[in-house]
């Protein structure tokens, strides 16, 4: 998840003296998580709009007290929910030395967290590991090449390399950036533009790059299955383009999603076959009348399900 600049995190730690929890509402504050410590202590951490919202405006309700203090330390998982970023990456941003490793026994300390929004701010901008180590290190003449060259160079790997080249690529910047900037700013404007190509070998780096996709979406939504990750199902419902889907699937995973994608169109219902928690029905090229009330059943039979995709209009009979 992206968070905007004018968003502050705010964190509510509640202690055995706790007699109340604060009722957050959609238009006040967005609940990001809530983390237990075994079962001794409670901490929630969300983003608040705005530097004038406190606590005290929100709504109070019951609470039953835990036993025990808390600590000011969040687990990988918790970090990799609230910055939308994978272990992997957090790993690749300490070999990088952009962050520090966090406590063994305790976590991400409130100033490691600070230091990863900082690089998650600053990797949002397409520039190498490198350039922004140098940037944070305050040097003068710090080099700043942007997310053009990182799609100037894959365009180059479509073009003249392998296939196992390629797919090395877009794994190692998929480490590098968090999900959002990674599908956003580098496979969307590139899938894009194959899409428009007229050139000679143009369908060729197109398939090449579906298949580069395709693979490195099914390695990270095997690597979530093996993490404490929130199960989901992404049916595709229509699409205007085959790789359009799994670059929302591997969004999705780097939100902290465990997913499992339907990614044939095929004019009738799809059925997941892992649990889900929530079922978003992706429509590229608009959702048929059958679809449609298929959706709307769900929703009156209180199942989890949202439409989402860039065309979610009604399509007409013929």
Not at 24 to 43: D, N, R, W
Not at 52 to 63: C, D, I, N, T, Y
Not at 86 to 92: A, D, I, N, S, W
Not at 188 to 200: A, G, Q, Y
């Amino acid at each position: 998840m992206m968070i905007r600049p004018e968003f502050q995190m705010v964190e509510i730690k509640l202690k055995r003296s706790s007699c109340q929890i604060f009722s957050l509402t959609t238009t006040t504050a967005t609940l990001i998580s809530v983390k237990l410590h075994k079962e001794y202590a409670l901490c929630i951490n969300f983003f608040c709009k705005g530097p004038h919202w406190s606590p005290s405006r929100a709504l109070p309700g019951q609470f039953t007290p835990l036993r025990g203090t808390i600590m000011p330390y969040h687990s990988t998982e918790t970090v990799c929910g609230i910055t939308g970023t994978l272990p992997g990456t957090l790993r690749t941003w300490r070999r990088a030395g952009l962050i520090t490793a966090p406590d063994q026994s305790d976590g991400y300390s409130a100033g490691q967290l600070s230091r990863i929004f900082t690089v998650l701010d600053m990797t949002s901008r397409g520039d190498t590991l490198h350039e922004v180590a140098q940037q944070l290190e305050g040097h003068p003449n710090a080099a700043r090449s942007g997310w053009e060259c990182r799609q100037e160079e894959l365009n180059h790997q479509l073009k003249d390399t392998s296939d196992t080249l390629l797919e090395a690529r877009i794994r190692l910047v998929g480490n590098d950036y968090c999900g959002d900037d990674f599908v956003n700013c580098y496979l969307r404007p590139l899938n894009l533009w194959l899409r428009t190509d007229m050139s000679n070998g143009a369908e060729e780096r197109q398939a090449r790059f579906h298949q580069a996709v395709v693979k490195h979406a099914r390695h990270i939504m095997s690597a979530a299955h093996r993490r404490k990750s929130v199960p989901l199902f992404l049916e595709a419902v229509s699409v205007t383009d085959l790789t359009e889907i799994w670059m929302e699937a591997i969004r999705l995973t780097g939100q902290g999603f465990r997913v499992e994608i339907s990614s044939e169109v095929t004019g009738a219902p799809a059925n997941a076959e892992r649990y889900y928690e929530h079922h978003l029905m992706w429509c590229g090229a608009g959702i048929s009348q059958l679809m449609h009330w298929n959706y709307r059943h769900r929703l009156l039979d209180g199942l989890p399900a949202l439409l989402c995709g860039p065309d979610q209009a009604m399509l007409i009979a013929a």
